[in-house]
């Protein structure tokens, strides 16, 4: 990268991306706010953190079950079963990262209703990145922020 790119990625800042992998049709590169595009929901959410106790924060942003179906996710969505292979990985830009089954967030199983978070407490998440919220955690530590990658995998198997 040449010294004026370092310079203006850290000064101007330009948004951040994400990227989807994996088995999709649709790969994408995704700023924050191309993040808008979906319709957005709003979370007021607390969660505890094993060092600094509980917090209290409100988010808005897509599902991320909306996201990901539109990159096409390689399964047939008329059969339940094939969907309970599948698994999401989460990547931040510090290399914290989780794993959620797609049946989790998936409108027939979990119903999680998972967000790709474009604001936190009313602050643009543009420079920093999207950061994943789960209502339901009772611990902060899947509240993935700066997330820079995606991954849905349907290879998984535990039996070869
Ligand atoms: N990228 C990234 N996201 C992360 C973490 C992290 O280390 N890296 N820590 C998690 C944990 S343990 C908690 S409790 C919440 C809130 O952490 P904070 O208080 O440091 O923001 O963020 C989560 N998201
Ligand atoms: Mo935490």
């Known amino acids: 990268m040449s010294q004026?790119?370092?310079?203006?990625?850290?000064?101007?800042?330009?948004?951040?991306?994400?990227?989807?992998?994996?088995?999709?049709?649709?790969?994408?590169?995704?700023?924050?706010?191309?993040l808008l595009a979906w319709p957005q929901h709003r979370a007021e959410v607390a969660f505890e953190c094993a060092t600094s106790g509980v917090q209290h924060h409100t988010f808005t942003g897509p599902l991320l079950h909306d996201v990901l179906m539109d990159a096409g996710p390689v399964f047939d969505p008329a059969r339940r079963k094939d969907r309970l292979r599948f698994l999401i990985a989460v990547h931040g830009t510090d290399g914290h990262h989780a794993l959620l089954s797609w049946?989790?967030?998936?409108?027939d199983f979990g119903r999680a209703p998972v967000l790709l978070a474009v604001t936190l407490d009313d602050t643009p998440l543009d420079r920093a990145g999207a950061q994943l919220v789960l209502p339901q955690d009772r611990c902060g530590a899947r509240y993935i922020s700066g997330i820079d990658a995606i991954r849905v995998d349907g290879g998984y198997t535990a039996w070869t």
């Open 4 to 34: 004026t790119l370092a310079a203006a990625r850290t000064a101007a800042g330009p948004a951040a991306e994400l990227v989807l992998t994996g088995d999709l049709e649709r790969p994408a590169r995704l700023t924050v706010p191309d």
């Open 103 to 107: 049946a989790e967030i998936d409108p």
